[in-house]
């Protein structure tokens, strides 16, 4: 099956229109009808070639959403007209520990929704920046949002499991002060769950600007981290902070806010390392320092069911298919509140 997408040829190309082969669906397979993709700034990344290893021709996309145009004669749990979605798993071994607890995310074999290999030509997975997919039907999840949020769903695929799994895993709730670092594509949907989890929510940002932006999606409290008086009121307060930011920072500054047998738990992925944190901010109060990626097939349909109870969605920019080299150069300059999502009706 010849449907459109968008890809690039290589790292220093632009993302732009191609044909590309999806496979015959077969017994345990769910065929969609691509409606909207989020734009994730992985997909920057791994289409300029700027993590090593990508393969071409990079069609990016792990925040889609769509209609079930076709299932497998196996298939019992999506059925044709479905509101869908894929995340960034499309693939595991089905069999190991991580599988079998439902945690595919942090599988050996884990299959990413693009730049992974694949039998299906060309050798590759390709994503969606483009019209259709087939995937395994334990991969697809089920929407129950109403379908003219189905766009702004897109991101709760990536930003939204990323936000959602550690906050779920160190049980934040009410009676929990929790601090969020970084008001962006990861740190605006950590803002909305924690508040909608009970707990009370520190957003802190570089930003003045982000101030009135922080209280509306739920933050109690913003803090200016550049601020010393507003960070020193903080100090030792803090339950758990969620840290979103993808570029090199001083922990410490933020480790000192957590309280005793506090855990900050990084999920932003910078190009280089952070400067090393001093231990004492560690021994001292017996906090910790963890990490956390996406989140298994389970974990993340819970976390769709939990945003439609909630009325959560993502904020979001439509854009058309040929504004995605536009979008990507905006994302670079944190122009963007706060997901890019492409319609894929404009193909």
């Known amino acids: 099956m010849v449907v459109k997408a968008y890809g690039a040829a290589a790292g220093d190309k632009p993302v ?31 289409a300029r070639g700027e993590w090593a290893g990508t393969l071409y021709p990079c069609v990016p996309g792990h925040e889609i959403v769509g209609r079930v145009a076709a299932v497998g004669g196996h298939v019992t749990s999506h059925k044709p007209g479905d509101l869908v979605g894929v995340g ?4 595991s071994c089905q069999h190991c520990a991580e599988c079998d607890d439902g945690f595919e995310n942090y599988c050996n074999g884990m299959i990413g929704t693009y730049n992974a290999p694949t039998p299906d030509a060309p050798g590759h997975t390709l994503g969606g920046y483009s019209q259709e997919v087939v995937v395994h039907e334990r991969y697809v999840l089920k929407i129950t949002h109403p379908e003219d949020q189905l766009a702004a769903v897109a991101p709760l695929l990536c930003a939204g499991i990323t936000t959602y799994s550690p906050l779920r895993h160190w049980n934040v709730g009410p009676g929990k002060k929790v601090g969020v670092v970084g008001i962006g594509g990861l740190g605006h949907m950590g803002i909305k769950l924690a508040h909608a989890m009970g707990a009370h929510v520190v957003a802190f940002t570089t930003s003045e600007g982000k101030r009135a932006d922080a209280k509306a999606l739920g933050a109690d409290e913003v803090v200016v981290s550049r601020n010393a008086k507003e960070m020193a009121a903080q100090a030792a307060s803090l339950d758990f902070i969620l840290n979103t930011v993808a570029a090199p920072h001083d922990l410490d500054a933020f480790l000192a806010l957590l309280k005793r047998d506090g855990t900050m ?45 909630h009325g959560i969605t993502s904020e979001i920019e439509m854009i058309r298919a040929d504004e995605i080299e536009p979008a990507y150069e905006r994302m670079l300059k944190g122009d963007v509140k706060y997901r890019f999502v492409m319609d894929i009706a404009t193909m």
């Open 265 to 309: 738990v990084l999920v932003g992925a910078p190009a280089s390392p952070h400067p090393s944190p001093n231990v004492f901010n560690f021994i001292m109060r017996r906090r910790s320092l963890a990490g956390s990626m996406i989140g298994g097939i389970p974990e993340t349909q819970e976390m769709l069911d939990f945003c439609a109870k």
């Open 16 to 46: 732009a229109p191609l044909n590309i082969t999806r496979r015959a669906h077969g017994a345990h397979d769910v065929q969609i009808e691509i409606l909207y993709c989020g734009i994730c700034h992985s997909d920057l990344h791994q």
């Open 88 to 91: 960034c798993v499309v693939d």
